[in-house]
């Protein structure tokens, strides 16, 4: 089992910046790729960002490449999603996933594990 533990996430205002982060524990070696992924209210959880375990590939959506940044520190077992020039569209609660070498990193079903999520409000 692999448990992660989502921090950060907040309140902010249109343009600013802010940080989330998810620490994982258990068993880390079984842990291909890492993502981060999103739930507005009404809405499907969606893909945000992705990266492998070693921190050698990432991936993002559309909408967020060149706002969001996704880096990993592997003596912590973390990962980070450093989020700029936020947008109310951004608004929702922000899921850690952790998974296999299996699917593609935009997959809900690519992952086995989650975090409980943290809320990122943007106001305008």
């Known amino acids: 089992q692999v448990q992660l533990v989502e921090s950060g996430g907040g309140l902010v205002q249109t343009g600013d910046s802010l940080s989330v982060s998810c620490t994982a524990s258990?068993?880390?070696?079984?842990?291909?790729?890492q993502g981060w992924f999103r739930q507005a209210p009404g809405k499907e959880r969606e893909f945000v960002a992705g990266?492998?375990?070693?921190?050698?590939?990432?991936y993002y959506v559309d909408s967020v490449q060149g706002r969001f940044t996704v880096s990993s520190d592997k003596s912590t077992n973390t990962v980070s999603l450093q989020m700029n020039n936020l947008r109310p569209a951004d608004t929702a609660v922000y899921y850690c996933?952790?998974?296999?070498?299996?699917?593609?990193?935009?997959?809900?079903?690519?992952?086995?594990?989650w975090g409980q999520g943290t809320q990122v409000t943007v106001s305008s």
């Open positions: 996933a952790a998974g296999p070498s299996r699917g593609e990193y935009y997959q809900r079903d690519a992952y086995d594990y």
């Open positions: 990266i492998s375990w070693s921190g050698g590939y990432k």
């Open positions: 258990g068993r880390t070696a079984d842990i291909y790729r």
